[in-house]
């Protein structure tokens, strides 16, 4: 059973920084993706960035590229985003998640809202004021 543990989140200014940290278990191998989610309040989940665990490619989503980072700790099983020049349109609940990578990769493959096949963490709020 594939275990995420999110961590990190809080409340910052506008043009702050912030560094989420997710701790995973349960998986063996290489051939995973994992990604950073977020849910704003009234809005659906969207994905903020991704990254395949066995070449560490990365994909951003338009709104984050350029200030959002993700990268992974394979040593300690562990996936970070790093949050810079936060904006208040950044505030959600942000979610880590993980899954076998699809035949059509990390993006759009498990990207998609479509696909079923991912594990999520319960969230880490972040909060980022005008």
């Known amino acids: 059973q594939v275990q995420l543990v999110e961590s990190g989140g809080g409340s910052v200014q506008a043009g702050g920084s912030l560094r989420l940290s997710c701790g995973a278990s349960?998986?063996?191998?290489?051939?995973?993706?994992m990604g950073w989610f977020r849910q704003a309040p009234g809005k659906e989940r969207e994905g903020v960035a991704t990254?395949?665990?066995?070449?560490?490619?990365?994909y951003y989503a338009d709104s984050v590229r350029g200030r959002f980072v993700i990268s992974q700790d394979n040593a300690k099983n562990t996936l970070y985003l790093q949050m810079n020049s936060l904006k208040p349109e950044d505030t959600a609940m942000y979610y880590c998640?993980?899954?076998?990578?699809?035949?059509?990769?990390?993006?759009?493959?498990?990207?998609?809202?479509?696909?079923?096949?991912?594990?999520w963490g319960q969230g880490t709020q972040v909060t980022v004021s005008s």
């Open positions: 998640a993980a899954g076998e990578r699809p035949w059509n990769g990390c993006y759009p493959g498990f990207w998609s809202r479509r696909n079923p096949n991912k594990y």
């Open positions: 349960g998986y063996t191998g290489s051939n995973y993706c």
């Open positions: 990254i395949f665990s066995g070449t560490g490619n990365t």
